[in-house]
C-alpha cells in the first residue's frame, strides 16, 4: 500500500474564492487522481493527473475551474477555483499501485471543504 | 447505463451477526477488477478487498469476503461477526481493465448501520 496525505484535512472558504488542496504520496507512482465526493453521494472523478503532461478532465470538469499540478511522480495540488457553496464536497486524491498483476487504488484521506 | 448498482441504501445489523452488502455490474470487457471500500464518517476511503474477473476463488481478507457470481455479474460483500466499528458507508467499485486508464466507477454505497 501506500502513505497518502492531504492538506488542508478540512477548511471553510468564503465564495468566489480559491483553495489549493496538496496530495503527498511516499513512493513514485505514475497516475494521480482527483475525486469529489458532494454530500451524500458516491465519488466522482474529476481529472488524472499525470507527471510532465496535461490533466484529462472527465465531463463535466474544466482546468478553469479545477486546474492541477503534477510537478513530480509523488506530488500533486487541486485547485477549486472562484468557489460557490455546490463545490462543498469532500475531495480526494488516490493513486494506482501494481498489486498481484492487476492496480489497485489507494485514496488519500480527503480534504472536506465548506464554501459558505 | 449505471454501471455498478448497489440496491441497499441502508441496511443494519445487529453486532456479532453477519451481513451481506450487494453489489451487481455491467461489463462488457472479459478483463475487470471489482473493489469494496470503507467510508467512516471521517471521510477516508479504506480499501477492503479485490476480486479479479478471472480470480477462481473468492476473495477473503479477515472478516470480509467477496460472494462472486460472475454468471450473475454481482459481488456482494460479506462481513462476518460484525462490529460496531463496521458503521460506515460502503462503496463498491469496477475498473475494466481492458482499458487502464479509464478509472475506477464506483457505486451509489450503502450505508450499514451495527445496532449494539
Known amino acids: 500500500s501506500a502513505v497518502i496525505s492531504q492538506k488542508p484535512s478540512r477548511d471553510i472558504c468564503q465564495r468566489g474564492t480559491s483553495l489549493t488542496i496538496q496530495c503527498q504520496v511516499d513512493s513514485q507512482v505514475t497516475m494521480m487522481f482527483w475525486y469529489r465526493q458532494q454530500p451524500g453521494q458516491s465519488l466522482t472523478l474529476i481529472a488524472t493527473a499525470n507527471q510532465g503532461s496535461e490533466a484529462t478532465y472527465e465531463s463535466g470538469f474544466v482546468i478553469d475551474k479545477f486546474p492541477i499540478s503534477r510537478p513530480n511522480l509523488t506530488f500533486s495540488t487541486l485547485t477549486v477555483s472562484n468557489m460557490s457553496p455546490e463545490d462543498s464536497s469532500i475531495y480526494l486524491c488516490?493513486?494506482?499501485?501494481?498489486?498481484?498483476?492487476?492496480?489497485?487504488?489507494?485514496f488519500g484521506p480527503g480534504t472536506r471543504l465548506t464554501v459558505t | 447505463a449505471q454501471k455498478i448498482t448497489q440496491t441497499q441504501p441502508g441496511m443494519f445489523v445487529q453486532e456479532k451477526e453477519a451481513v451481506t452488502l450487494d453489489c451487481t455490474y455491467d461489463t462488457s470487457d472479459p478483463s475487470y477488477g471489482l473493489f469494496w471500500y470503507k467510508q467512516p464518517s471521517s471521510g477516508e476511503m479504506i480499501f477492503l478487498i479485490y476480486q479479479g474477473s478471472y480470480d477462481q476463488q473468492n476473495a477473503t481478507e479477515g472478516r470480509y469476503s467477496l460472494n462472486f457470481q460472475k454468471a450473475r455479474k454481482s459481488a456482494n460483500l460479506v462481513i462476518s461477526a460484525s462490529q460496531l466499528g463496521d458503521s460506515a458507508m460502503y462503496f463498491c467499485?469496477?475498473?475494466?481493465?481492458?482499458?487502464?486508464?479509464?478509472?475506477?466507477?464506483f457505486g451509489p454505497g450503502t450505508r450499514l448501520s451495527v445496532l449494539p
Open positions: 467499485a469496477m475498473r475494466e481493465l481492458d482499458n487502464y486508464g479509464q478509472n475506477f466507477v
Open positions: 488516490s493513486v494506482d499501485l501494481p498489486t498481484g498483476g492487476t492496480y489497485e487504488q489507494y
